[in-house]
């Protein structure tokens, strides 16, 4: 017998959800009342004959069928258990258990939806006056950082990072655990070369839509919730390196919700439109584009689908294609930093990055087109 559960949601239409240890995957109403069936007994014509009468079928199913349905689940389950299932690599879980939820109880006045939704649109609103208003666009962004530029600075911008990335995870378990769901760990990994933290909030496929959203924001918000403490402490003491807290948080939140990446805007844009595995369904018809262009008529309905897939394929583009001529462009430069050895500047960090994501972006196109 496997070791699973099955879970209907409570939106409406409801979705059906596999629960196999600590993975969670959506399927079908018909596979569902199998499921639920097959937990009842195990014989397979009598799982057809229930399943036939419920849905006033009889050829909807037969005992192979229902053998079948079975067997495909097992392999999931265990594919998923050996290959992992992970983006993100190496995981060290670094907060869980009672103290979290101690923790993750006191924050969930936060995200009371009426509260949560004003905040969100009053602190977006704070944060584009005050960079309007003080006339700071990207390129202005560039010069605060370029002209602030310092060792002391970059280490003061480093700690910064480490406790925001780390309440931006305390947000999404903090939502999490509001709406009755129980967060699993906060954690650290790699996601491609990238040390990250991350919080494993698998349990909100058993959540309403809107739920499931907020948890999405859930650390944008309190990213949002620091930009105003920040700018009101830049009021007050007119400093510059808080200057520069304030746009980097700003550029982290922007970048947060670029869909292309499984940041925040990845997990939005998937449920929003309710998509599950939109990577590997991206690059299911991406592949279709580019070598079965006779099946468009199958995925031409399924049009957030392929307007993401269409999106992404063009950003991916886009970014490596900009970021080669960069490189290309900044050889000078590049011999300049060789034989200066100045390894921490601003411009080597600068052309440091565009290099990895010239990398990434090589990488997420060939995985996307041949994979």
């Not at 979290?100 to 939806?113: C, E, P, Q």
């Not at 957030?304 to 583009?317: D, K």
Request: hydrophobic share 45%; net charge neutral.
């Amino acid at each position: 017998m496997m070791n699973y559960k099955v879970i209907k949601t409570k939106e409406i239409p409801p979705r059906y959800i596999l629960e196999s240890g600590e993975k969670l995957f959506s399927i079908n109403d018909v596979l569902f009342d199998i499921l639920t069936e097959y937990n009842l007994c195990g014989d397979y014509d009598r799982i057809s004959k229930r399943i036939n009468d419920k849905y006033k079928d009889d050829s909807l199913t037969d005992g192979k069928f229902i053998e079948d349905s079975i067997r495909d689940v097992q392999n999931l389950i265990d594919k998923n258990e050996k290959e992992g299932g992970n983006y993100i690599k190496n995981r060290v879980k670094i907060m869980r258990g009672e103290m979290a939820n101690r923790v993750y109880n006191i924050l969930s006045f936060l995200f009371d939806k009426s509260l949560f939704t004003l905040c969100s649109v009053l602190f977006s609103l704070i944060t584009f006056l005050f960079f309007y208003i003080n006339d700071i666009g990207i390129y202005e962004s560039y010069e605060i950082i370029y002209d602030n530029f310092s060792v002391e600075n970059v280490i003061v911008l480093y700690l910064f990072f480490l406790v925001v990335i780390f309440l931006h995870e305390m947000g999404h378990a903090a939502a999490t655990y509001s709406f009755g769901e129980q967060p699993k760990e906060i954690g650290f990994g790699m996601y491609f070369i990238f040390p990250v933290l991350y919080t494993d909030t698998t349990n909100i496929w058993k959540l309403k839509k809107k739920e499931r959203i907020i948890v999405n924001l859930g650390g944008i918000y309190i990213q949002l919730i620091i930009n105003i403490i920040l700018v009101m402490l830049y009021y007050i003491l007119n400093n510059n390196l808080v200057l520069i807290l304030i746009i980097s948080n700003t550029i982290s939140i922007i970048t947060s919700l670029n869909p292309f990446f499984r940041y925040d805007g990845y997990w939005i844009y998937s449920d929003l439109f309710q998509i599950s595995n939109l990577k590997n369904k991206t690059s299911e018809l991406t592949r279709i584009l580019f070598f079965s262009p006779h099946r468009m008529k199958e995925v031409v309905h399924q049009k957030p689908l392929l307007i993401y897939s269409i999106l992404n394929l063009v950003f991916w583009i886009f970014v490596t294609i900009y970021l080669f001529i960069y490189i290309y462009s900044s050889a000078g430069e590049i011999q300049n930093i060789i034989h200066s050895k100045d390894w921490i500047s601003i411009s080597s960090i600068r052309l440091l990055s565009s290099i990895i994501f010239v990398c990434i972006g090589v990488f997420n196109l060939v995985k996307t087109i041949k994979n």
